[in-house]
């Protein structure tokens, strides 16, 4: 049952990962390309992210209260019904774009913390390397078939082509998931005023753990940031097109599926702690190159190294998590990890739209290098190592 459950689990996040992953990178770089807004970009991740602050204790309550195969299930389903109606509305419009986006940041929003969940519950702990490491490869292995297709397409096909794409593969991964074998585990219930607050009440109880969990997320926080200078940096900076921005995303996925092998093998030899530190490290350096560098080519190799260690801090960091937490609250404490992560990342979003412009990228990937650093110094002096 374990290996159905694993080709169907990993099967239908692909196909959903593929598509969304085309239409998200479309969407910054039609609105940046074409329509000349890099400020409107901005703004609209700044407020997909005030409207994740908003959603996610109440998507913890769902995550730890329902079925998880249900919550898949309708996501996928409200992913499709969503992303087909797109298809109607005006392309060129900015509202359709920003619509499309939230969509894509809501469907994320249900998807990650469910999908930790499920794998909790329905393997075995001795698997949760293998799994987090399979699935880390399958998701980007969807990046690259997401990337290479939308640095092909987007300057040749219109949005509506994009959105079919995306739509199909929710169609998809809905016969994919309905397929799992899958029993909801029996909690006890609580009232939804608790339920909603027991990943603060956990942050009070556990402060070292906690902390641990939160900034060994850093790296992923301050990449909301990278990402929205990428498309400006390799416009102004490196020069490129939308070739180098679909490559770009390959090479990083490479690096990704790269750690997605390698990772659960080197975290039965190296300490989990230790290697979340590493790798930590080696992202803050591969920051600090774009501070610097002007050439395409290094650009390219330096993406591969920050794959690498985004991906081994995530395989790590998802181990940890389902070593530490119960299977009855994993949803509400990861949303509320994630909460407070999106607070973070409105705050850098706002700082780097207001200054992008008149700064420059390289300085704005100054800022983000100087948050890792402060996150790293606190995360070593917090120094839990119990995992």
């Not at 949005?159 to 909690?187: G, H, P, R, W």
């Not at 009070?204 to 990402?227: C, D, E, M």
């Not at 996925?253 to 975290?267: V, W």
Request: one cysteine or more.
């Amino acid at each position: 049952m374990h290996k159905k459950n694993l080709f169907l689990l990993l099967t239908g996040n692909i196909l959903s990962h593929i598509g969304t992953g085309i239409t998200m990178l479309a969407i910054p770089w039609l609105l940046i390309k074409k329509l000349n807004a890099t400020e409107a970009y901005g703004y609209l991740s700044i407020l997909a992210m005030v409207l994740s602050i908003l959603l996610l204790p109440y998507i913890g309550v769902i995550v730890d209260r329902f079925s998880r195969k249900k919550i898949l299930l309708m996501v996928a389903f409200v992913g499709f019904i969503g992303t087909s109606l797109s298809v109607q509305l005006p392309e060129n419009s900015i509202y359709t774009l920003a619509g499309v986006y939230i969509l894509g940041q809501i469907v994320y929003n249900f998807q990650f913390p469910t999908l930790l969940a499920v794998i909790q519950e329905i393997f075995p702990q001795e698997m949760y390397e293998r799994v987090n490491g399979l699935m880390e490869v399958q998701s980007q292995f969807a990046m690259v078939a997401a990337g290479g297709v939308a640095g092909i397409l987007l300057d040749k096909v219109s949005l509506k082509t994009v959105l079919i794409i995306d739509a199909s593969t929710y169609l998809l991964s809905i016969v994919i998931f309905a397929c799992l074998q899958y029993q909801k585990q029996q909690t006890a219930k609580k009232s939804p005023h608790s339920s909603v607050w027991e990943g603060v009440f956990y942050m009070r109880k556990f402060p070292q753990k906690f902390l641990f969990l939160f900034l060994s997320l850093f790296p992923f926080i301050t990449l909301v940031g990278f990402n929205y200078l990428l498309p400006t940096h390799i416009i102004r900076v490196l020069d490129g097109s939308a070739h180098v921005f679909g490559w770009g995303e390959i090479v990083w996925a490479f690096g990704s599926i790269t750690a997605g092998i390698s990772i659960p093998i080197l975290i039965y030899k190296v300490h989990m702690s230790k290697m979340i530190m590493l790798c930590f490290f080696m992202f803050m350096l591969c920051i600090g190159v774009h501070v610097f560098n002007d050439a395409v080519w290094v650009f390219v190799v330096n993406v591969f190294f920050m794959g690498w260690s985004n991906a081994s801090i995530r395989v790590a960091r998802n181990t940890a998590m389902m070593r530490i937490v119960d299977n009855e609250i994993i949803g509400r404490v990861n949303t509320t990890i994630f909460m407070f992560a999106n607070i973070i990342q409105i705050i850098l979003i706002f700082t780097l739209t207001t200054f992008v412009d008149s700064v420059g990228t390289e300085y704005c990937f100054f800022l983000l290098l100087l948050a890792l650093l402060a996150s790293y110094y606190i995360l070593w002096r917090n120094n839990y190592r119990d995992v």
